[in-house]
């Protein structure tokens, strides 16, 4: 029983990683030929393209917005969605589940998050740029995983759970700082309108309520009450996440029996063709085990399961295209943000995380994962130091001039880039002790 127990969670986490790591290497593609794009004699487009208005609704309760701002309000809200989820999970049994497992990750993250924005105020204290100090506070999950699998694929397991955990505990932080600092003056009435929406929502999973659309339906309803607000409408997506029931309706011992006693039942309908269409008797047992497979699995799991390659392969890469496309311009306009943005990734980043892991581990409130030393660590760190699809985003909410956004998404590309490549460089050179899975 306990070898079952400790194989299930390694093989759902290695699907996850992959998932991530293909999807890393997609939204690497369609962040290139956005950016040859804008520097083509079709960048002009390629601006015109995002900004086609699209509208939805009749008057006067309709909504306008242009192509790149339903992607980035509308289909982002399906990836927080997703963030929401996974932070839920980890949260009520991942690695996030216990103070002893969450103490590293949480530390890692608050050092990795407080340390590139300290170091980004170093060189905006003031004026047009320091609005952006979020920016260089974000790690992507995707990208993090796909380099750390193309370039250590047989890194230990607790590295990439650390570095997954460090993602999704940073993804917390941004989720936050996107709904304190960077959403604009409150709509009262909208937000009581998405106050409403809640408990709605809430109602649905306290009485037991488990299919999704009803969840999903409501939640749109939320979406646009939020975007009306003033508050960043993808925050919608978190909100409706946490209040996705993650119960079963039987629970895994209940599951064992029925599913053994339908597969006996199964064998002994057997019509000696090998056929189900000629046995009414395994149908009947089939769709059982159908029906008991949904009881059993959490409303939560099959919702980030539906959504986890949509996200992966659909939504991050079409925000990559609509955003990845800046003109790469060697003059020093507004080079402090740029600086500020590539230094917070680039040595801020690896620098709060080995700070804050060194203080968390010599308290004796964490430990390293096996198989990771401190050299293997500083790589793992640098790794988070790309930042590129949630960077992109608060860099966007952060400033509205066009040029220090340009700015701001040359410092993230030009940062994450370097970040990737270090380290790399130095999981080559300092394997860990034991590189195995």
């Known amino acids: 029983m306990p070898s079952r127990l400790n194989k299930i969670p390694l093989t759902i986490f290695q699907r996850f990683f992959r998932t991530e790591t293909f999807g890393g290497l997609v939204l690497l593609g369609f962040a290139l030929v956005a950016l040859a794009i804008a520097n083509s004699p079709l960048a002009e487009a390629y601006r015109h393209l995002w900004e086609i208005p699209l509208t939805i609704g009749f008057p006067p309760h309709e909504l306008s917005l242009n192509l790149r701002e339903w992607i980035n309000d509308g289909l982002m809200g399906v990836f927080f969605l997703l963030v929401g989820l996974e932070i839920k999970r980890e949260l009520l049994a991942g690695e996030l ?38 920016i260089p506070m974000a790690t992507d999950i995707a990208f993090a995983l796909g380099t750390l699998n193309l370039i250590a694929p047989r890194a230990p397991i607790g590295a990439k759970v650390l570095l997954t955990a460090l993602a999704i505990v940073d993804d917390m932080g941004a989720v936050l700082i996107i709904s304190i600092f960077y959403s604009q003056a409150m709509m009262w009435s909208a937000l009581a309108g ?7 929502l809430i109602a649905f999973n306290m009485i037991g309520i488990r299919r999704l659309w ?7 309803v939320l979406w646009f009450f939020v975007h009306a607000s003033g508050v960043h409408a993808t925050i919608a997506g978190v909100v409706l996440a946490f209040t996705i029931p993650a119960r079963s309706r039987i629970n895994a011992q209940e599951f064992s029996t029925e599913a053994r006693s339908l597969l006996d039942r199964f064998d002994r309908t ?45 939504v991050m890469p079409l925000f990559a295209f609509a955003n990845a496309g800046v003109k790469i311009d060697l003059s020093l306009q507004h080079a402090e943000i740029g600086f500020g943005i590539l230094s917070g990734l680039m040595f801020g980043k690896p620098l709060g995380i080995m700070m804050c892991a060194f203080i968390a581990v010599k308290a004796g409130i964490a430990k390293l994962p096996r198989g990771v030393n401190w050299g293997s660590l500083l790589g793992y760190a640098t790794l988070a130091g790309i930042g590129f699809t949630m960077s992109l985003f608060i860099a966007m909410l952060a400033f509205e001039d066009q040029e220090l956004i340009d700015a701001a998404k040359r410092g993230v590309i030009l940062g994450s880039l370097l970040a990737g490549t270090i380290g790399a460089v130095l999981l080559k050179i300092g394997r860990p002790s034991r590189d195995v899975n």
């Open 270 to 314: 057997e019509t000696g063709d090998f056929l189900v269409l000629t046995s009414k008797g395994q149908q009947e047992a089939v769709f059982a085990l159908q029906r008991a497979s949904g009881s059993v699995t959490e409303p939560i799991l099959r919702l980030e399961q539906a959504l986890h390659k949509f996200s992966a392969f659909v």
């Open 194 to 200: 998405a106050a409403l929406t809640l408990l709605v």
């Open 97 to 134: 589940s216990s103070p002893r497992q969450a103490a590293l990750p949480i530390a890692c993250a608050i050092g990795g998050m407080v340390v590139p924005a300290v170091i980004y105020l170093l060189f905006n204290p003031g004026g047009v740029g320091a609005h952006g100090w979020g």
């Open 214 to 220: 009803p969840y999903l339906l409501v939640g749109v």
